[in-house]
Structures are given as structure tokens and as C-alpha cells.
């Protein structure tokens, strides 16, 4: 798998390629999640290639969402520890 960093000088909705979009979906309290592929028009002619760089591309999302989600909760963490020290008397 090759990356590369996107320039930014064309607007990524403008290209004409395959999609994956992904979207939490309120659902009985909570979130569950949707996705769907999507082609540029009706007679896109799909690759192998494309299919695994879109594969690719969810792994790299996965792995930045694992992050963020670790971090989240390392804040949490550190909120409470710091609550509890609070409560404690002790800093």
C-alpha cells in the first residue's frame, strides 16, 4: 500500500472515483453504524485496485479512530484520577 498526502488543490468530491461513506446512525438510545459504496455514475467500471485502495483507506480510518478513541479515554482517566486527588485533599 502506497500513501501519499492529498495537495488539497482539487476538492476530493469533485473526483470521479469510488466512495465509502460511513455515518453513525442514531438508533434506540445509541449508534449503530451505515455505510454505503458509491460510484460515480450508474455504468462506473469498477477495479480490483480501486476496491482494495478503498479497502486500505477504511484499515487507515480504523487506525485513526483506535486514536482518537484512546485518547479520549486517557482523558477521561486522567480526569477522574485528578477528581479523586481532588476529593482526597491531595495535587
Same mark, same amino acid.
Given at each position: 500500500?502506497?500513501? #501519499?498526502?492529498?495537495?488539497?488543490?482539487?476538492?476530493?468530491?469533485?473526483?470521479?472515483?469510488?466512495?465509502?461513506?460511513?455515518?453513525?446512525?442514531?438508533?434506540?438510545?445509541?449508534?449503530?453504524?451505515?455505510?454505503?459504496?458509491?460510484?460515480?455514475?450508474?455504468?462506473?467500471?469498477?477495479?480490483?485496485?480501486?476496491?482494495?485502495?478503498?479497502?486500505?483507506?477504511?484499515? #487507515?480510518?480504523?487506525?485513526?479512530?483506535?486514536?482518537?478513541?484512546?485518547?479520549?479515554?486517557?482523558?477521561?482517566?486522567?480526569?477522574?484520577?485528578?477528581? #479523586?486527588?481532588?476529593?482526597?485533599?491531595?495535587?
Amino acid at each position: 500500500m502506497r500513501i #501519499i498526502p492529498y495537495n488539497g488543490e482539487e476538492n476530493l468530491e469533485d473526483i470521479e472515483s469510488l466512495s465509502v461513506i460511513i455515518k453513525a446512525v442514531p438508533f434506540e438510545n445509541s449508534f449503530v453504524p451505515a455505510f454505503f459504496i458509491q460510484s460515480p455514475e450508474e455504468e462506473y467500471p469498477m477495479s480490483l485496485d480501486e476496491l482494495n485502495c478503498l479497502m486500505d483507506g477504511v484499515e #487507515i480510518a480504523h487506525k485513526s479512530i483506535d486514536h482518537i478513541i484512546a485518547f479520549l479515554l486517557q482523558q477521561s482517566f486522567d480526569r477522574q484520577d485528578k477528581d #479523586i486527588k481532588d476529593e482526597d485533599g491531595e495535587f
